[in-house]
């Protein structure tokens, strides 16, 4: 063969070889498995110039309580190599979209769920080793959520996920944080169950469950699909419980502790499983079931560990284990803590546990949430993570006043309350809301502006749990 026809037949294989990669008709956006609410241009690779493509477009949405489908799906004809189409979640319903796109040359489809950014959304986890019944999650999706922290967060023995994610929400939204917050029902995880991870069967622990049905397990398939669903580029996260919240990060740690966790920081637990191997489980290590050395402990305590005590988590209420293995821990939360951390020195000198105290702090997940929050973003001085918080509830007069026209209104909160700061004219009838929402316990300060107000005399209500106070101001242009 000669020179010639060889070029010639190279050029047609490297050809034919470079055409095997170009997707001829096809879908180009590369949606992920959940994607957020907003207008999207979707782009179709057209193979054929004589012939657009026909889009359909459905939604179907899902009652998040009851699970049943509502009313008929939204279905939207559409035609041209382009289309834009408008995402939008559907309030109290699981939204779920497919984009579809063909002609006489091909055909290609995406399915997707949406939700919106910012606010607790729910997504259902099913996880094959409990096929019975998914588990709803709360997640809040941040504006850059591929390079987003992550952070799970576990609740306390109420179980309330909800109340738990919104205590994340600001700092979500503030420094591009993604949070996941399981919901472990009473119905369907015992005390034990959730406390305890699921590991055993039985309240003798005779019986160990097989790896799949942990919930430690659960939590790790959890956080692999979210970040698979979501694109999220970083693949380690932190793990935040409080009380029953943090026995269960604790646990896991201490029972899964290759799990790809940044940060575990367990905030006024009950009591804990302390890394001894001569107390028996759960108060230490010692089961028949269970097999751990001297290198396993050492292995512990190089584990970022935070453990977070309110100073005020002094009381033995109704919710606190009195049993003789928890007490030997401690008469209260706060002793307790300083217990487990003290088996951390005693293992190895060098380690990276912490023990962090949060000063005028009680059993309050919000403001424990705060500290935390305050932990992970590298606070230098975390031996005081929550400072002056105010001994009273207290409205200040504004100032400047008379003003024109700004001013500014301060108020103090004693704990964690869902806070109305409310201005109104002199006969009584609201003017504008400044405040509406739940606020953790510290001193706030809140900027009015009147200038679309007449000059008069004006007046500024709170509300903070059962505390209300009202005060005049006087706008002088």
Known sequence: MNRFLKNIYLHIFIIFIATQ????????????KIETSGIVDVIANNPSTSEKVNWVITCCFIDENDLSFQDSP??????????????TKKVGKYTYFKVFARNQTFSDSASFQVMNKGIPEK???????????????YLIIPDDIQNADFTMVLTGTDRNSLDYAKAWRTFSKQNNYFIATPTFTKEDWSTNA???????????????????????????????????????KKKSYNLWGHSAGAQFVHRLMTFKPDYK?????????????????????PFGLQNDNLSYD???????????????????????DSNLNTSAGA?????????????????ASKIASTNKWKLIDVPNVGHDYILMAAAAQKFLLDVTDVTNLIQNIPTNFELSQNYPNPFNPTTQIIFRLKSSEYVTLKVFDILGKEILTLVNETKQAGTYKVNF?????????YLYRIKAGKFTETKKMILLK
């Not at 997504?123 to 999650?137: A, R």
């Not at 406390?195 to 956080?223: C, E, P, Q, R, V």
């Not at 966790?261 to 489980?281: K, Q, S």
């Not at 502006?449 to 005399?457: D, E, F, I, M, T």
Request: aromatic fraction near 14%.
């Open 21 to 32: 990669n170009i997707n001829y008709g096809q879908i180009l956006n590369s949606f992920a």
């Open 449 to 457: 502006n009147a200038k679309n107000l007449s000059n008069g005399v």
């Open 294 to 316: 001297e290198t396993f402990l050492e292995d512990l305590v190089i584990k970022n560990i935070i453990v977070m005590r309110g100073t005020a988590d002094t009381l033995r």
């Open 261 to 281: 966790v940044d940060y575990a920081i367990c905030g006024n637990a009950g009591w804990y499983t302390v890394p001894d191997l001569e107390i028996d489980f």
């Open 74 to 87: 939204d279905t939207t004809y559409l035609s041209g190599d382009s289309v834009r189409i408008l995402l």
């Open 327 to 343: 007490d030997a821990q401690g008469f209260n939360r706060f002793e307790r803590a300083e217990n487990y951390f003290g088996y």
């Open 123 to 137: 997504y259902l986890f099913h996880y094959k080793s409990i096929p019975t019944k998914p588990i709803v999650v």
């Open 194 to 232: 959730y406390n305890l991870g699921n590991m055993f069967s039985s309240t003798n622990y005779n019986h160990l469950n097989a790896d799949s049905l942990w919930a430690f397990t659960l939590i790790s398939k959890l956080h692999d699909e979210l970040v698979d669903a979501l694109g999220i």
